[in-house]
C-alpha cells in the first residue's frame, strides 16, 4: 500500500497536464488486488492502495477531497490470469480515472 516513486513521478505528470488545461476534473480512484487472500482482505489491501493515491494527491497537489473518490474491487477485475507470478503482479495495481 506503500505508493513507489515510479507511481508518484506518474502522478505528477497526470496532474500537471490537468493543471495546464483544468476543466472541473473529477478522480476515480481504483484500488485492485491479485486473488491470493480471503476476498474480504483482499477489499481491504484495495480500498488502502487507493487511498494512498487519494492522499498523494491531496497532500502533494492540493486536489481538493470532494474531488476524489476511491473504490476497492479487490480480486473483481483482474486483467491477467492469477495462476502466474507475472499474472499476480499486473493484478495488483490502482487505476485512476479522470472525469471531465
Request: no cysteine; charged share 30%; hydrophobic share 40%.
Amino acid at each position: 500500500t506503500d505508493l513507489p516513486e515510479a507511481a508518484k513521478t506518474r502522478i505528477d505528470e497526470l496532474v500537471a497536464q490537468l493543471k495546464a488545461d483544468p476543466k472541473g476534473v473529477f478522480f476515480e480512484i481504483e484500488g485492485h488486488t491479485d486473488a491470493t487472500g480471503p476476498a474480504e482482505l483482499n477489499e481491504r489491501i484495495g480500498m488502502e492502495r487507493a487511498d494512498a493515491v487519494k492522499r498523494y494527491l491531496y497532500e502533494a497537489h492540493q486536489i481538493p477531497l470532494h474531488k476524489i473518490n476511491i473504490i476497492s474491487f479487490g480480486e473483481e477485475k483482474p486483467v491477467a490470469p492469477n495462476n502466474t507470478r507475472d499474472g499476480r503482479a499486473q493484478n495488483r495495481r490502482v487505476v485512476i480515472r479522470v472525469l471531465a
